[in-house]
T-cell receptor, first 112, second 115 residues
Framework: KQEVTQIPAALSVPEGENLVLNCSFT??????LQWFRQDPGKGLTSLLL?????REQTSGRLNASLDKSSGRSTLYIAASQPGDSATYLC???????????FGGGTRLMVKP | NAGVMQNPRHLVRRRGQEARLRCSPM?????VYWYRQLPEEGLKFMVY????????ESGMPKERFSAEFPKEGPSILRIQQVVRGDSAAYFC?????????????FGQGTRLTVV
């Protein structure tokens, strides 16, 4: 059974810092990995999708990497802004079942 | 192209009533997934459907919960005889297909409160 873990659970940083969010998964038989953002009381917004054959994806100030063999992904946020404050969720789509399995999320607070 | 549409956004039910949650996938998407998010917890998979078929319902409680995705119309998640523990946010996602290179898009969720 796939299990996804995100570290840290919460993070508070001053504006302008570069930061890294970590995601690990137990079963490397995955189709892809997605990073999402969730604002309080809102739905999920897809940030980046990395296919199993890819090593990284970039979108603006966001960069996500994938090391499938070690079961790890990182989300790098450059020059953080208060508007980046949200919960960031990592999810993997496994061969088994074909659904997304989510981590518990990292709650990010960027202080002005 | 509208995104995944869920309604209602908020739903209040008394214990013992039925709750019906609707999800219209993105245009052209034939794969629908339902997730539940309990307060202060992560998203838990409930059920995966394609048109007229339940593919995987391993996350669905054995009693009171059912889901369908008819040939025409939205996907429906139905909760019979609701209890306080059913209070949660229910999210629907859709994708073009399954497997590699299939990005999942989520709706805004339905927040169910059982009083």
């Amino acid at each position: 059974k796939q299990e996804v873990t995100q570290i840290p659970a919460a993070l508070s940083v001053p504006e302008g810092e570069n930061l890294v969010l970590n995601c690990s998964f137990t079963d490397s038989a995955i189709y892809n990995l997605q990073w999402f953002r969730q604002d309080p009381g809102k739905g999920l917004t897809s940030l980046l999708l990395i296919q199993s054959s890819q090593r990284e994806q970039t979108s603006g100030r966001l960069n996500a990497s994938l090391d499938k063999s070690s079961g790890r992904s990182t989300l790098y946020i450059a020059a953080s802004q208060p508007g980046d404050s949200a919960t960031y969720l990592c999810a993997v789509r496994s061969y088994a079942g074909n659904m997304l399995t989510f981590g518990g999320g990292t709650r990010l607070m960027v202080k002005p | 192209n509208a995104g995944v549409m869920q309604n209602p956004r908020h739903l209040v039910r008394r214990r013992g009533q039925e709750a019906r949650l609707r999800c219209s996938p993105m245009k052209g998407h034939s794969h629908v997934y339902w997730y539940r998010q309990l307060p202060e917890e992560g998203l838990k998979f409930m059920v995966y459907l394609q048109k007229e078929n339940i593919i995987d319902e391993s996350g669905m409680p054995k009693e009171r919960f059912s889901a369908e995705f008819p040939k025409e119309g939205p996907s429906i998640l139905r909760i019979q005889q609701v209890v306080r523990g059913d209070s949660a946010a229910y999210f629907c996602a859709s994708s073009l297909g399954g497997g590699v290179n299939t990005e999942a898009f989520f709706g805004q969720g339905t927040r169910l409160t059982v009083v």
